[in-house]
């Protein structure tokens, strides 16, 4: 079945440390995304990809970095730059719009949850 | 700008309809969607609608669009516990890539 898978569910960070989260997806999608969701707020993005070897920054993407080498996989590294990282993580993917009467709505991994300790 | 907007609490009974109410601010949206979030998990796709339609109905949920107040609902009908959730009210907007704005979601609960 095709789906988005992110991993690890659970990681914890010492202060001063980088740590990455994976994404993955076998949708053939060519944009992903993602997201942080911290308790009772909505989502906000980071880093989006429309396409191999580009991504663009969101909202709050200072302290994040991204890189997009395969279609599949669009890999979110926390730097130490990052002062509150504790949050829930979320990595999106979707096809182009493209004007056309087509619904490109987004799917969802199953989320990160990270935890500075 | 760019603004989606939704109450944060909603409380229903078993058994009651729910509906949850969403603002957006871009008229050129072209899709509105409806997403579902349980307890530490991702968002799940409920049902979305295309701009140039009033109602969808899909077996409980019903949504409805008013474009001309930039107004969408989502009711649902027969509110069970395992309706209890987050739902994110989500508008497309244009610019060169599929961009969706998501409201900061509506807290459903659920009680006996």
């Known amino acids: 079945d095709g789906g988005i898978t992110q991993s690890p569910k659970y990681l914890f960070r010492k202060e001063g440390q980088n740590v990455t989260l994976s994404c993955e997806q076998n949708l053939n999608h060519d944009a992903m995304y993602w997201y942080r969701q911290d308790p009772g707020q909505g989502l906000r993005l980071i880093y989006y990809s429309q396409i191999v070897n580009d991504f663009q920054k969101g909202d709050i993407a200072e302290g994040y970095s991204v890189s997009r080498e395969k279609k599949e996989s669009f890999p979110l590294t926390v730097t130490s730059a990052q002062k509150n990282p504790t949050a829930f993580y979320l990595c999106?993917?979707?096809?182009?719009?493209?004007?056309?009467?087509?619904?490109?709505?987004?799917?969802f991994g199953s989320g990160t949850r990270l935890t500075v300790v | 700008g760019e603004d989606v907007e939704q109450s944060l609490f909603l409380s229903v009974r078993e058994g009651d309809s729910s509906v949850i109410n969403c603002t957006y601010t871009d008229s050129s949206s072209t899709y509105l969607y409806w997403y579902k979030q349980e307890p530490g998990a991702g968002l799940q796709l409920l049902t979305y609608i295309f701009s140039n339609m009033d109602m969808k109905q899909d077996q409980r949920l019903t949504v409805l669009l008013n474009k001309k107040d930039k107004h969408l609902s989502l009711r649902i009908a027969d509110t069970q516990t395992g309706d209890s959730a987050i739902y994110f009210c989500?508008?497309?907007?244009?610019?060169?890539?599929?961009?969706?704005?998501f409201g900061a979601g509506t807290r459903l609960a659920v009680h006996p």
């Open positions: 999106a993917s979707s096809n182009h719009g493209t004007g056309h009467q087509d619904n490109y709505g987004y799917t």
């Open positions: 989500a508008e497309s907007i244009g610019g060169g890539y599929n961009k969706l704005i």
